[in-house]
């Protein structure tokens, strides 16, 4: 087998390592030059480029040649690989498969699979999964979107163990024989328009996680989402577990897997068997939002029955992820938040919805393509100072024209210390970006570290 990898950040990494022991003759292209990423990214990029060459891969990065897929059998996208990059115009021109990292390593597993996508809460959701599961005594591996790319974990799945696996838009549009045992729609919000285009093309991507499953297999929906799902799962035979936080069933489809919080409690109803999962308020995960995830996650722990003290349990043992709502300071009366994942404009509402005003709101970064305008009203309503950064300030600056106490900035220190100066006592600073990371950082997590360093060593 003669395979082609595109893109050799941490998806292609593990999926060419993965092509090279099963003995498959490799070829890897990365047209990055480093000029949008940091020297230190750049020189690992440069060290996985010569650790794979030294394994007998062909490597080639800063450029696509007209070479890299000539020849080969199947072409392997990493998800920020876009339909218009060259080396998958030339591949489909030549009619030669293009298939993405995820598919290619599900081929080589026969573990059951678990998979959760949204615009929001998927990382969340997936690694409580993989917690309540593990907690229970159920061997999972959680990958994908998430930490490590799957292709890096499928040699160790075994057909008794499940795979956890967080799923980006990016990498399902390109799905094709991508089966998933269980899979889960957490919502859906504009995200992402910079490549889909439109939120029909968005929601398409998404909705390809049901495309093979069948009635042997199980789907966990947002019930808001019904209209948009529908299409994706109704000749599929799925059983199917609607969820709403809200607990108001009168426009639900009948059928009997349900999921509510109802005056704060937790509540599953799977085949007319109501269980009580605890008070939302009693547990670690803080934020509203949250609840949502908390309910598909509990959802999946009935379909695999597991006892119901042991899933209690597991929940009361959970706590949040780093920079999704972390609290990290409270200084001189001013506390300090880090919403770094929120990287969409519903995401920045979540968090402005989640914390109790007034609030000293940082936001820009790398714009991909959304509309500000409904942020707006919230911040008129909760934001006492806005500082905006990134590629991106100037745009926000105009779409926030009319809020007088904003100040644009050049750097994260500038924007802490900027955030945290002539505020009322009591104010939280919080980073709710509501962009990209890519202008400034290889990724959120980055620069919610970098806001945190800023925090506890300055402001």
């Not at 060419?16 to 990365?30: I, P, T």
């Not at 309540?132 to 999972?140: D, G, R, S, T, V």
Request: proline letters at 3%.
């Amino acid at each position: 087998m003669k395979v082609a990898i595109i893109g050799l950040a941490r998806s292609g990494y593990a999926a060419a390592k993965l092509a090279l022991s099963l003995g498959y003759s490799v070829k890897v292209s990365d047209g990055c030059n480093g000029t949008h990423m940091s020297e230190e990214a750049f020189r690992e990029l440069e060290r996985k480029a010569e650790e794979l060459r030294l394994l007998g891969a062909s490597v080639e990065i800063g450029t696509h040649s007209d070479e890299c897929v000539k020849g080969v059998d199947v072409v392997i996208a990493s998800p920020g690989v876009p339909d218009t990059a060259k080396p998958i115009k030339i591949a489909k021109s030549e009619n030669i498969p293009v298939i993405n990292e995820v598919e290619f390593a599900v081929r080589q597993t026969k573990a059951k699979i678990i998979a959760i996508t949204g615009t929001n809460g998927k990382t969340t959701t997936t690694t409580l999964i993989g917690h309540i599961l593990n907690y229970a005594n159920i061997p999972a591996i959680v990958a994908g979107n998430i930490g490590q790319a799957l292709c890096g974990v499928v040699e160790k799945a075994t057909s008794q163990k499940y795979l956890v696996v967080e799923l980006s838009s990016f990498q399902l549009e390109t799905m094709e024989n991508f089966h998933p045992d269980i899979a889960i729609w957490l919502n859906l919000t504009p995200d992402h328009l910079d490549r889909h285009g439109t939120m029909g093309n968005y929601a398409a991507a998404k909705g390809k996680m049901f495309m093979n499953m069948n009635s042997d297999d199980w789907a966990v929906i947002w019930n808001h989402d019904r209209e948009i799902t529908k299409p994706f799962i109704e000749n599929t035979g799925v059983k199917t577990v609607w969820i709403d936080e809200t607990g108001k069933w009168k426009q639900t489809p009948e059928n009997s897997y349900k999921m509510s919080c109802d005056n704060g409690e937790l509540v599953s109803v799977f085949n007319g068997v109501k269980q009580l999962h605890g008070q939302f308020s009693n547990l670690n995960l803080k934020g509203d939002h949250n609840i949502t995830n908390m309910l598909a996650a509990i959802s999946v722990a009935r379909i695999l029955r597991i006892p119901n003290h042991i899933l209690n349990e597991a929940l009361v043992q959970f706590h949040g992820l780093p920079h999704r709502l972390e609290f990290i300071a409270e200084k001189n009366g001013i506390k300090f938040v880090n919403d770094s994942k929120a990287t969409n404009i519903d995401a920045v509402i979540k968090a402005l919805e989640s914390v109790e005003k007034p609030i000293s709101l940082i936001a820009g970064g790398y714009d991909k393509g959304g509309d500000f305008t409904p942020l707006i009203n919230f911040v008129k309503e909760k934001v006492n100072k806005l500082v905006l950064i990134g590629d991106a300030a100037p745009m926000l600056n105009e779409v926030f024209k009319n809020i007088e106490n904003k100040v644009v900035v050049r750097s994260m220190k500038e924007a802490v210390e900027a955030a945290a100066t002539n505020i009322p006592h009591g104010t939280t600073v919080l980073l709710a970006p509501g962009c990209a990371s890519f202008d400034m950082y290889d990724n959120f997590e980055k620069r919610g570290e970098d806001f945190s360093k800023c925090v506890l060593t300055g402001a």
